[in-house]
């Protein structure tokens, strides 16, 4: 039979071409100039590009336009996360963008976990607003208990006091939140170090979630005390629009002249303390803050170290030794404001007290009565503070300094965390605050401390002193955010700062550790005053707010003051926007991502003339920006699909499922192979704190028991597509003379 290719293939497509050849460069005929546009509305739309994509539910109405931008901006990305963290500035009504949040919920799956003192504030203001939501304290998640098990969105307020791991209240917190929803809200994020932030965001956010965009690990990037634009996908902390909040006088006032150091400061720099250096430090920072504050401060330290050492004579006579927790008791409410902890070890005989330190103290009591009886130069200088009888709040980090002063002061009102009140006469909390809330008429003087007025509104005050200095500068704001907000009544508010006699103020190296410690926020791009490493991208977004934008992938010629190309990068993978990269490209070929320079771009765009260039012009721009493409998606691939360092507990519980995978092949058990490939799944990508702990748990149960929670595990993870870039929009900028045809 005659042989017949027809009958025995079916046709296919025929490729013809005269010339075919090959492609040099992939990126290269990807990356083109897309349909012109004006050059200001390519630049909203590089500006909007800058953030995640706004929410498509709309705002409450009862939001002003600022706080609706905030809303629209944290949704999705509490969606896309499972955790994002608002930090906006002190005063901007942080607490209805998260009702807000909490709205878009079902009803019965939100809570929200607050500072003791505010569930009554949370709970008014979220049924002005008709949001339902069960409101827990910190206080109560540290006795173990926790939000219903329907809750989807939890938002925590004011929570840096969760950044600490090692505390009960984040131990408890931690694995429950596994796989809900949570919303942080401080205006504080970083306290002490940058790595502050990381914890908090770890409840809820794996600690990859920011890979594809180049951070591996939040955890690492932020011990190392650096920070990265992509952080702005995750937290958002825009300033107050301009003429919203009141302004501030500041006014620095050194109480006391006087060099010569008292009888009692030698005595008390003779103390020895303790042979473990950072138990002296301690012990030493906490006598010294408590001189600055007052000589009813210094007194009450000085008694409750007394005590610390009875105790420890007590225990040395029975074999044992003080620990850590008897260190707490006596540094009590200043514990906090010194934040030294980490100079003291965790475990085994920290406080090796020197008990010939008693009869020391001894002579320091006796010369602190003396001088209770003479003048106090500090209580005369807020006396003339006080002179204008303007309603103020004045601050101090001891309780004993507002017990003290407010003998000193008739008919002044005080609150502590333990009680309030109007002189000697005891009343409510809320009602003594209430008197210098908006519209109030309470005592013109309010002594406090930082932890009574935390997270409070006394906009009627037309002063803040700061009596005492505290040892971070997030006490600060919250201080003058407690004032300086929204509602505020006045157009300004004087700032007044007390600071100690020169002797003193180089015993507490007070100064010095605020300056460090102020430092450590602006590494991270959550300093006010320092250059933004990535709050630039919310600000920049914002201004484009209300303006016409053009479509994605437009582009626009310019004139501008010197040729460069203006880009922005979308990166997407499986249809879904990861984020975005902002960079200018210059005649050299370098990549600059500075903020200013791009914000500068931007702006120049938005009052540019518009040019026309010649195709070639274009194409050499294109050509120079075509390597940093390249970078960006290899990059980003790399990132996503190789993890960073594993977590020891990662690697152990790695060795003990492929053991156990070995074990079921041999066995032939189908069933625990696809349970242990899900648990295999399940430690190699990301996790949050709370996975991690049941990681460490994991690693070292029974065969029957991990068998049990693998088959528990809700491996939400979605296939790893290959990273693609989109071009949101481009400017190039050209000189006047350069236009070309």
């Known amino acids: 039979m005659p042989a017949t290719g027809a009958r025995c293939w079916p046709q296919v497509p025929t490729i013809v071409a005269e010339v075919l050849l090959p492609v040099a460069d992939p990126l290269a005929l990807w990356l083109r100039a897309g349909p012109t546009s004006a050059p200001s509305s390519v630049a909203y739309a590089i500006a909007r590009s800058a953030v995640t994509a706004p929410a498509p539910i709309a705002a409450p109405a009862w939001l ?14 509490i969606r896309r996360h499972h955790g994002a963290l608002l930090a906006d500035a002190v005063g901007t009504g942080k607490t209805f963008v998260a009702l807000a949040i909490a709205a878009t919920y079902p009803a019965g799956t939100v809570a929200a976990l607050v500072p003791a003192t505010l569930k009554r504030q949370w709970t008014d203001r979220a049924a002005s607003v008709g949001v339902t939501l069960e409101v827990i304290s910190h206080e109560e998640v540290s ?11 939890v938002v925590i307020d004011e929570s840096h006091r969760f950044r600490h791991p090692g505390t009960r209240r984040y131990r408890v917190l931690a694995p429950w939140l596994t796989g809900r929803h949570a919303l942080f809200v401080t205006a504080t994020p970083i306290v002490n170090d940058p790595i502050d932030l990381a914890h908090q965001l770890l409840l809820a956010v794996r600690h990859d979630a920011l890979a594809p965009l180049g951070v591996p690990s939040l955890p690492a990037l932020l011990a190392g005390g650096r920070g990265h634009p992509a952080l702005g996908d995750l937290v958002v902390a825009r300033e107050p629009s301009m003429g919203s909040l009141p302004g501030r006088r500041h006014q620095v006032i050194r109480w006391s002249r006087d060099e010569a150091a008292p009888d009692w400061a030698s005595t008390i720099e003779s103390l020895r303390l303790s042979s473990v250096p950072g138990v002296a430090e301690l012990i030493r920072s906490v006598l010294w803050t408590a001189a600055g504050s007052s000589i009813a401060a210094l ?41 030294m902890w980490e100079l003291i ?83 409510s909390r809320d009602t003594i605050l209430r008197g210098f809330a908006p519209g109030g008429n309470g005592p013109r003087v309010l002594i406090t401390t930082d932890i009574a007025a935390e997270g409070l509104d006394l906009q009627r005050a037309a002063k803040i002193v700061h ?15 407690r ?21 003193l103020d180089r015993k507490e190296r007070r100064a010095l550790r605020l300056r460090n ?32 934008a053009a479509p994605p992938g437009h582009c626009a010629v310019a004139i501008g003051p010197r040729s460069e190309l203006l880009i922005s990068f979308e990166l997407h993978a499986g ?62 691939n790399d990132r996503r699909w190789t993890s960073a360092e594993l977590h020891p507990d990662v690697r152990l519980l790695l060795r003990r499922l492929s053991r156990d995978a070995a074990d079921a092949a041999h066995r032939r058990s189908s069933r625990d192979l696809t349970l242990i490939e899900t648990g295999t799944a399940f430690a190699i990508h990301g996790h949050t704190a709370g996975e991690l702990m049941l990681i460490k748990t994991l690693a070292t149960a029974s065969k029957p028991e991990l068998l049990r929670a693998l088959a528990r595990i809700r491996n939400d993870d979605r296939p790893l597509e290959p990273i693609v870039l989109k071009v949101a929009g481009m400017i190039l900028f050209v000189q006047a003379g350069e236009k070309g045809g």
């Open 483 to 503: 004032i300086v907000r929204l509602g505020a009544v006045r157009s300004e508010v004087d700032v007044v700062w007390f600071r100690p006699p020169e002797w």
């Open 64 to 77: 002003r336009p600022e706080q609706r931008a905030a809303f629209a901006t944290l949704l999705p990305v």
């Open 345 to 427: 070890s965790p475990a085994g005989d920290v406080a090796d007290l020197d008990l010939s330190d008693r009869e020391r103290l001894t002579l320091v009591r006796s010369q602190l009565e003396r001088e209770a009886g003479g003048a106090d130069p500090k209580f005369e200088a807020l006396g003339t503070v006080l002179a204008d009888a303007q309603p103020t709040i004045v601050f101090s980090i001891s309780v004993d300094t507002v017990r003290s002063l407010r003998g000193r002061i008739p008919a002044a009102a005080w609150c502590t965390g333990q009680a309030a009140g109007i002189g000697h006469i005891r009343a």
């Open 143 to 153: 006795r173990g208990r926790v939000p219903a098990p329907s809750t989807r969105l």
């Open 575 to 636: 249809g879904e926007r990861l984020g975005s990269t902002l960079g200018i490209v210059n005649e050299s070929g370098e990549w600059i991502d500075d903020p200013s320079a791009i914000v500068a771009a931007v702006d120049t765009a938005q009052g540019a003339a518009s040019a026309s260039v010649r195709p070639e012009i274009w194409r050499t721009w294109l050509d120079r920006a075509v390597p940093h493409a390249r970078r960006l998606v290899r990059h980003g």
């Open 517 to 548: 410690k102020a430092r450590m926020p602006a590494q991270a791009g959550l300093s006010e005053r320092a250059p933004e490493i990535w709050r630039w991208r919310h600000d920049l977004a914002r201004e484009a707010e209300g303006y016409d």
């Open 467 to 481: 009596f005492d200095l505290p040892w971070t500068p997030m006490r600060i704001r919250q201080r003058e955010g």
């Open 299 to 339: 007194a009450s330290s000085i008694t409750r170290y007394a005590t610390l050492l009875d105790h420890a004579a007590d225990a040395r006579a029975a074999g044992r030794v003080l620990g850590r927790e008897d260190l707490r008791a006596f540094t009590g409410p200043l514990g906090g404001q010194l934040a």
